[in-house]
């Protein structure tokens, strides 16, 4: 059974960098035919998509955000990561990672972390 | 980017009616749409994928359908543990983009 677990700092302050790391169980994220998301959601409001990182280390950024986003991947520790940088009150959220699995049919979002709730306050 | 709308955003059911969730999207997006279950505190569950695929271990209570802009998530008879909130996702073109959630809660 394939499990993510999201963890990093709770509180950021205003202009510095967010940094969450996703560590799976269960499964290499070396495998072929995922690739490794984060999706986030502000308190009280919809979701919205990151972006995604592929088992090659190829990425994909929602636009809205790209300027500002980076993510990696720590095959050693079997981790993924996420960096967000110059975060304002707008960017607290709770971080979800999830698995993506591009099927036949179509991709979708199997597995999910529990989620972390980041704050940014001074 | 793709817009997703849902309808309604609330609803109000009882346990054993049947329940239906639009979404339509502001433009074509074939059979690239996804279903997520949302219970308060919980990450997204996947329920239903390329429109009308059921995810494994998901019940047969579950259903989806539709195509291009307009598509449906049915539940056939309202369970208790079915009270959440439900999301549509487009996967069919970058940003990948969510509606904006529909609340199924108790009557």
């Known amino acids: 059974q394939v499990q993510l677990q999201e963890s990093g700092p709770g509180l950021v302050k205003p202009s510095q960098t967010l940094s969450l790391t996703c560590t799976v169980s269960?499964?290499?994220?070396?495998?072929?035919?995922?690739?490794w998301s984060w999706i986030r959601q502000p308190p009280g409001q919809g979701l919205e998509w990151i972006g995604f990182?592929?088992?090659?280390?190829?990425?994909y950024y929602n636009p809205a955000l790209k300027s500002r986003v980076t993510m990696s991947l720590d095959t050693s520790r079997n981790q993924f990561s996420m960096r967000l940088s110059s975060v304002t009150a707008a960017d607290t959220a709770v971080y979800y990672c999830?698995?993506?699995?591009?099927?036949?049919?179509?991709?979708?979002?199997?597995?999910w972390g529990q989620g972390t709730l980041v704050t940014v306050s001074s | 980017d793709i817009q997703l709308t849902q309808s309604p955003s609330f609803l109000s059911a009882s346990v054993g009616d049947r329940v239906t969730v639009t979404c339509r999207a502001s433009?074509?997006?074939?059979?690239?749409l996804t279903w997520y279950q949302q219970q308060p505190g919980k990450a997204p569950k996947l329920l239903i994928y390329?429109?009308?695929t059921l995810q494994g271990g998901v019940p047969s209570r579950f259903s989806g359908s539709g195509s291009g802009t307009e598509f449906t998530l049915t539940i056939s008879s309202l369970q208790a543990e079915d009270f959440a909130t439900y999301y549509c996702?487009?996967?069919?073109?970058?940003?990948?983009?969510f509606g904006q959630g529909t609340k199924v809660e108790i009557k």
């Open positions: 999830a698995r993506v699995w591009f099927g036949e049919l179509s991709p979708y979002l199997d597995y």
């Open positions: 269960g499964g290499s994220i070396t495998s072929g035919g995922y690739s």
């Open positions: 990182i592929y088992y090659s280390g190829n990425t």
């Open positions: 433009q074509g997006i074939r059979s690239y």
């Open positions: 390329a429109a009308s």
């Open positions: 996702q487009q996967v069919n073109s970058y940003p990948w983009t």
